[in-house]
């Protein structure tokens, strides 16, 4: 390693960090990599609910990146954008290829982690967690892109514009009307567990 | 099922916000995973191996081609 790219690796950041992937810098990369994969790992984790799934297809996404970083720079939009395209794109082709139905059977469950808290408190944040998820699982897949990238990653109505070619008026009325089907799908599955908390 | 969901504000778009916020927690990847992915795509070549896709494409368009003007010279020499 060279020290003009010894000095360049350290000084990377976000901007610099894409400019020298595409140039096949692979320090730089693998700085992108380690600064995105966690959101992309639990973005994927969330829509398809697999843990062995979920691994596969970020590290497709990262492949399909690091291939095609090239084609990034032409779109000039964020990194980070691309990529969530990238993994929205695989995710809709996991579905297609598994032929898996967009309603989730209620059998369906996620390996949800534990926090070290009791037992019976993690049981019963579980327990509403996972009621939650087959809810939003429910829902078409911009409406669960939308709700998962505003609350798991706190991104604002424009980030969130970015990340799904949209404007941010349009983002704005899709959340509203996400948040009134997910209430309405929380009814339906309450109905199907005997509940009546929604 | 008694639990969170009963709390109040659930049938409002605010509560159930509120519900979000609190349930939707970032889960860690497995580090091995995160570390394994990381030294292969640091030791894979930037090469990108197209799967035939582009050659597929013009093969269709040719065989389309060459269909289309086989039945216009039928078509022609019948009426012929």
Redesign the interface.
Known sequence: MTKQKTLTVESLTDDNAVRLACT?N??A??YL??QN???I??YI??RIGS?AD??DL??RV??RA????NKYVEKGVPFTAWLYRIAHNLTANWYRDNNRRREVSLDDHFDL?HHGELPERTM??N???E??LKAIRRLPADRQEL??L???EDLSNGQIAVIMGRTEGAIKSLY?RS??S??EE?KQI?GI?N?S?? | MEHGMEQPGVHSLWGLEERLSSLLEPVTPDPEFVESLKMKLSHTPAVLIETGRRKLGLLVVGIGLFAGALTLWLLRRRSD
């Open positions: 096949g692979t320090e990369f693998s990599y380690e994969v966690k959101r790992y639990n984790y969330y843990g979920a691994e970020t590290a990262f492949h690091f291939a095609h970083i982690p019963e944040q327990q509403e967690k009621l939650l709700i998962l505003k609350f798991l509203h948040l009134i997910l209430r929380l309450s567990d509940t908390n929604y």
